[in-house]
């Protein structure tokens, strides 16, 4: 069948074409289904793709809901989490195991079961490929319909519990781990349950890992149940020994999400992580109801492009080797060298049609093929490509399909010169820093609206901060005169003291040589700014100076004569120092509006001494040594 001259499908209108009109799964389908039939199915016939990969693709791309699958041991939980989500005990649980059947979970007018027969036969629904698994697997497949609202969006899918005995193993009738992968390939998301007194990894668990989820990680969910039924260092425990006993089944960089909660509707147990659970399960909600029936389109289109892509890659090996084959003799000979050169033909199929030749099937898949089908009966491949069938499929994988994918919108970079927008960055992220230095939490969100209410909330921060170390400097020790008309009162962070009058004469003395420094911030600032900070970086620094130049002279009038004074004691010229040289030697503690200001600001280096505006802080600074020697 030609195609080359047939006309491009229909372009899709409104969410079909990856636009905001509301459309339904429904319309999706319709244009999808005919892609699939005129465009891939004839390529699968002619090179009989289904007998390489039974998938029964055609009831796959028909059906409107995703799947939600359900693995894990018996007694983990799997049942009593749709009977929650079905907010009623529809289906049987217990701590035996209870569920011996597949059980399919879907939407229905009238609460009821539904037997396997009728689910494998039904041409509404896409279990037709359940039959192929023999009439010992339909007898444990079952189905139940309930009228919930979750089911018009999701359909889930309850399995038996994962045997560890070799023993039951063996017991089953038919085979479980290709049934299982059955509804792995067909499901949007997959949960695997685990029982916290239940983590051995048997033999059934690991096949599951290896090969009923072999290439599909990415769908797996692990949930640790009955989370609340163990105590705080169990649960740290159970956790690391269900990683470690999964490490040799999960062949992936990253491990998958892991859920871990009571997953049903009785009250948490006391002494628990009741507030961790409750957000798990949001959690655990949010993807199941909101991310899962959303992507359900865009997983639907990108199925078909893998699936195309597949029949592609088959076409073009199976009827490359056709090609190549001798028209009379050898031919034994050639298709054995054709299975030895397949990496090389993988190749350069992959360089030809712009493809990862490591997304390809094993090669070993394809050699068992051509051992047991004669490529001589295939046509060669220049016969689908006179057909169109071969500009046809890559059409349909190069431009029709992903045009029908949701766009990405506003991928236009911004100015970096516009000041306002860059002004405005740069104060969400300082203002998200100071508030995670004042131990608050920030707001998430990158909108103009948060970046405001950020600020503010910064603002506020930085102002109770000022003001309350402002209003708390005058209440501490007495004052002192050092000049005519200033007055000094100690920090309130130091404690109370007696007035040293040999610490008042130095000071004093050396007022008149040192350069007015910044007045420190009144209470009435609103912000602590940069200009305020570098005032209290001067005066810290000045203090620092002026007892440099207080040790000098101690150490200069060290040799001065002892004098007597009013009260008939000796008493020496130079100031009197503490006892404990270390305890004097204590640099001065920065005040909280200090620390409400930006961090790192530019240093101004002051001249040595200090004048008699800044004599309030070496008065305070005075008296606080002098009280430690006292003590």
């Not at 890992?209 to 609340?228: H, P």
């Not at 078909?304 to 080797?321: D, M, P, S, W």
């Not at 295939?378 to 029908?404: H, N, Y």
């Not at 007022?511 to 200009?531: E, V, W």
Request: some cysteine.
């Amino acid at each position: 069948m030609s195609i080359s001259g047939a006309a491009p499908p229909e372009p899709l209108c409104g969410r079909e074409s990856g636009g905001n009109v509301p459309g339904s799964m429904e319309a999706l389908i319709k244009k999808l289904h005919p892609l699939y039939t005129q465009r891939v199915q004839p390529l699968e016939e002619m090179y009989s793709f289904d007998v390489f990969r039974p998938s029964w693709y055609e009831e796959t791309i028909l059906n409107e809901r995703p799947f939600i699958s359900l693995f894990g041991p018996w007694s983990a939980g799997k049942t009593t989490f749709i009977n929650y989500l079905l907010q009623s005990n529809h289906l049987w649980t217990g701590p035996q195991p209870t569920t011996a059947e597949f059980t399919v979970v879907m939407y229905g007018k009238e609460p009821g079961p539904v037997a396997g027969q009728a689910l494998a036969n039904s041409k509404h629904l896409p279990f037709k490929g359940l039959l192929d698994f023999g009439e010992s697997f339909i007898s444990n497949l079952k189905g139940f319909q309930a009228p919930h609202a979750l089911l018009e969006r999701v359909t889930l899918i309850d399995t038996p519990g994962v045997l560890e005995s070799s023993k039951d193993i063996h017991q089953r009738k038919y085979d479980y781990v290709n049934v299982c992968r059955w509804f792995a390939e067909r499901s949007d998301l997959i949960f695997v349950f685990f029982d916290p007194s239940k983590l051995d990894a048997g033999g059934e668990l690991r096949q599951l890992f290896q090969t009923s989820f072999k290439g599909i990680e990415n769908r797996l969910r692990l949930v640790l149940n009955k989370a609340d039924t163990i105590s705080t260092q169990e649960l740290m425990r159970v956790y690391g020994s269900l990683f470690w006993n999964l490490s040799n089944f999960i062949n992936t960089t990253e491990p998958p999400r892991v859920y871990v909660g009571s997953f049903w509707d009785k009250p948490y147990s006391p002494n628990s992580f009741s507030r961790l659970f409750a957000e798990e399960k949001l959690d655990l909600l949010h993807e199941l109801l909101d991310v899962i029936p959303q992507q359900a389109r865009d997983k639907k289109i990108a199925s078909l492009i893998r699936r195309a892509k597949e029949v592609l890659v088959h076409a073009a090996i199976i009827g490359g080797i056709r090609a190549d084959l001798p028209v009379l003799f050898g031919r034994s000979k050639a298709k054995k060298k054709a299975a030895e050169q397949l990496p090389r033909r993988y190749e350069l199929i992959g360089a030809r049609y712009k493809m990862n030749h490591r997304d390809f099937p094993p090669v070993q898949a394809y050699r068992s093929f051509l051992e047991r089908f004669d490529v001589a009966k295939f046509p060669p491949l220049q016969k689908a490509e006179k057909a169109g069938l071969i500009r046809g499929i890559q059409e349909l994988i190069d431009t029709i399909l992903p045009s029908m994918l949701r766009p990405v919108c506003n991928t236009r970079a911004a100015n970096p010169f516009e000041e306002d927008k860059q002004t405005g960055l740069l104060s969400m992220y300082r203002d998200h820093v100071f508030l995670q230095r004042d131990g608050r939490s920030g707001m998430q969100g990158g909108t103009d609206k948060v970046a405001a209410t950020m600020g503010e909330g910064m603002r506020d921060s930085a102002t109770t901060g000022l003001s309350s170390s402002v209003a708390a400097a005058p209440a501490s020790g007495p004052s002192s005169l050092l000049g005519p008309g200033t007055a000094v009162t100690a920090p309130s962070a130091s404690p109370s003291f007696t007035e040293s009058p040999s610490l008042a004469m130095a000071a004093s003395s050396t007022a008149a040589a040192a350069p007015s420094p910044p007045p420190p911030p009144s209470s009435a600032a609103a912000t602590s700014s940069p200009a305020d900070m570098q005032a209290m970086m001067a005066i810290m620094q000045q203090m620092v100076a002026y007892r440099q130049q207080q040790q000098q002279q101690d150490r200069q009038s060290s040799s001065a004569p002892a004098t007597v004074n009013s009260h008939g004691t000796l008493s020496s010229s130079s100031p009197q120092t503490s006892g404990n040289p270390v305890e004097s030697s204590v640099p001065v503690t920065p005040q909280e509006s200090d620390l409400n200001s930006e961090p790192c600001p530019p240093t101004v280096v002051p001249q040595p001494g200090l004048s008699n505006n800044c004599a309030t802080q070496v008065n305070a600074w005075a008296g606080e040594d002098v009280s430690k020697s006292q003590h």
